[in-house]
């Protein structure tokens, strides 16, 4: 069931920039870790990146670091994802994930390798394809 609201995705040539935001419905205080996952065509899903509600902790997969950043705006109740530097292999459907448990936090446990993710909210999907 889709419940979150995602924008931003589309075409952009490696080397270039989007930035995806996902809006929360209600005050992100009463969620936990919110981030991004993304699914590439045969691939499994692939956490992205985190940032928690409570604090400033952010991760970030190794395949993303230095490249993409996270961000959350309590007033608009949103989070953003700003990619830079995309290469073909961040070609995916990106999804917006916020946790329901408000003591979530954001963890490669929640986030990292293997994580499962239950209790939590999904956006409908957003293609980012990076192609020349």
């Known amino acids: 069931q889709v419940q979150l609201v995602e924008s931003g995705g589309g075409l952009v040539q490696p080397g270039g920039s989007l930035t995806l935001s996902c809006v929360v419905p209600g005050f992100i205080l009463d969620y936990g870790s919110m981030g991004w996952f993304r699914q590439a065509p045969g691939k499994e899903r692939e956490g992205v990146s985190c940032?928690?509600?409570?604090?400033?902790?952010?991760y970030y997969a190794d395949s993303v670091k230095g490249r993409f950043t996270i961000s959350k705006d309590s007033v608009k109740s949103s989070v953003s994802l700003e990619m830079s530097n995309l290469k073909p292999e961040d070609t995916a459907v990106y999804y917006c994930v916020v946790h329901r448990d408000a003591w979530t936090p954001c963890h490669p446990e929640y986030y990292g390798p293997g994580a499962v993710v239950e209790n939590a909210l999904w956006g409908q999907g957003t293609q980012v394809t990076v192609s020349s």
């Open positions: 940032i928690g509600t409570r604090d400033d902790s952010t």
